[in-house]
């Protein structure tokens, strides 16, 4: 059905509805500019009340907020709380004022497009720096920098570790308590520790005459002093106490620190006159003994042919009794007992037991290959002018020193044959291939079978071979398989 266009304009006239016309838009931008413009309208009313009633602003002195005098002031208190902190929260002054109404919001504010910040949300701004007074430590807390403990408390402090000040024990009667708890605790580190604090506050006089009565802390100190090499005070310390032969044992101690012989040879030559114990006496006497020895032996060294033909690795100066044996073994062996260098006359002066003394100039002559002084060595005599081999070291031994020394079969084989035990002569025989000893050793055993194994042992068509052979057909021998 069509309408009329009066009918039409009347339709859309009374209609809540409104045709599409391309002005809509301006229509919608107009009617915001008009509500815009009704807004600032009332705000500049607001603003005109406000400035009629608006209230003189204070600070907490009493004094309008932006006046000179304000400003004065303001500045100055802001420089010295840069110095110190606050003892009360830092607002930043750049915040808006707040109003004296008691109101949380303001015409002005909401009219002017502000947001309204309450008094939690301005103290949480991130540009606002919170500040608070530090609380003080419990007074307990303070006891080990004020050192407020007795003795046994600072004593038990130690073991467990904590720092502690000593400092504040300044009578003789707290001192030595200290000591006392120490030793007590049974705590070495804690009793060095306060002997250390002693003997920097007290003198040594007072400090040796309490540490006599008090023989841990004693050892305790003179430990220290002897890791610390304060050898100064461990010698008056025991004069302090009558130690005479720990005196003299310490001013025998000094000659370490002489590199040069002849000054060291002078100084133990000056500590014979010592109090030294009978034994020790002895041993200071044979030092200085060996040292004069070496001194000469020393001087010889390029007098013989020997030396050039195996020269030396060391001087013999300052080296052990046994050492300068060995070395008078090896370059000085075959001279007269007489001679300073001669090795009996260092076993005669020095008292070398026969099996030290064998033992030496074995290895000695087993190193130079000179075996006929070897077997020299074992050869004695009994009453009657018979000779035998005799060794004080089981020849066993014997025969691993000739080993070790590269001897030939023909010499090992000499003093394996010379062990007692047959299974041991036996096992040193084959270990060395000393055929004929295990050869023997089965004839005697008479054991048929063992002689027969070993001939698959040797090798074939050797002088081992046939005497196994030989012994197979001897009709003579009776075995026992």
């Known amino acids: 059905m ?45 603003e005109e009340d406000d400035d009629e009633d608006d209230v003189e602003k204070v600070s907490w002195s009493g004094e309008p907020v932006g006046s000179i005098s304000w400003s004065v002031k303001e500045t100055a208190t802001s420089s010295q709380r840069t110095d110190r902190e606050p003892a009360f929260p830092k607002i930043n002054t750049n915040t808006p004022s707040m109003p004296k109404s008691n109101s949380g919001y303001s015409l002005s504010s909401l009219f002017k497009g502000e947001t309204h910040r309450t008094d939690e949300t301005a103290f949480s701004d991130s540009s606002v720096r919170m500040y608070a007074p530090e609380l003080r430590k419990p007074k307990s807390e303070y006891k080990d920098y004020i050192s407020d403990w007795s003795p046994e408390e600072t004593v038990q402090r130690m073991q467990q570790g904590k720092t502690v000040s000593l400092e504040k024990f300044r009578s003789l009667q707290d001192k030595l308590l200290l000591l006392d708890y120490a030793v007590s605790a049974y705590d070495g580190n804690v009793i060095t520790a306060i002997l250390i604090y002693l003997k920097r506050t007290l003198c040594k006089e007072v400090l040796f005459r309490e540490l006599e009565s008090r023989q841990t802390a004693l050892r305790h100190f003179i430990n220290y002093l002897m890791e610390t090499r304060d050898q100064r005070l461990l010698l008056e310390l025991h004069r302090a106490l009558g130690r005479t032969e720990d005196v003299a044992l310490l001013q025998y101690k000094e000659h370490l620190s002489i590199a040069d012989e002849n000054k060291r040879r002078d100084f133990l030559k000056s500590c014979l006159s010592l109090p030294f114990s009978p034994e020790d006496s002895t041993h200071i006497q044979d030092h200085y003994t060996l ?15 020997i030396f050039q033909k195996f020269p030396r690795k060391a ?17 000085h062996y075959n001279e007269s007992e007489g001679t300073f260098s001669s090795p009996a006359n260092v076993r005669q002066t020095f008292r070398i037991s026969d099996k030290q003394y064998f033992v030496t100039a074995l290895a000695a002559r087993a190193k130079l290959k000179a075996w006929f002084d070897v077997d020299a060595l074992f050869t ?19 025969v691993d020193i000739l080993h070790k020394n590269s001897a030939p ?39 048929r079978q063992l002689l027969l194994e070993y001939r698959g042992k040797v090798e074939r068509g050797s002088a081992e071979e046939r005497k196994i052979n030989e012994l197979l057909n001897n009709q003579q021998i009776r075995w026992k398989n």
């Open 2 to 46: 069509m309408k009329s266009k009066g009918d039409e304009d009347e339709y859309w006239n009374s209609s809540k509805f409104k045709a599409f016309t391309f002005d809509d838009e301006d229509d919608e931008f107009s009617k915001l500019k008009e509500s815009k413009q009704a807004v600032n309208s009332i705000r500049r009313l607001v």
């Open 291 to 305: 040292l004069e020895r070496q001194i000469i032996i020393e001087v010889r060294k390029y007098n013989m042919e």
């Open 315 to 331: 001087s013999i100066l300052n080296m052990p009794l046994i050492t300068t044996l060995y070395y008078c073994c090896f370059y």
């Open 380 to 398: 004695s005599k009994n009453w009657l002018g018979f000779t035998r081999k005799k060794s004080p070291l089981s020849f066993q031994r014997v």
């Open 409 to 447: 079969t023909q010499v090992l084989q000499e003093y394996v044959g010379l062990v007692d035990n047959a299974e041991l002569r036996i096992s040193l025989a084959q270990k060395h291939k000393c055929h004929d000893i295990v050869i023997n050793t089965y004839r005697d055993l008479k054991d």
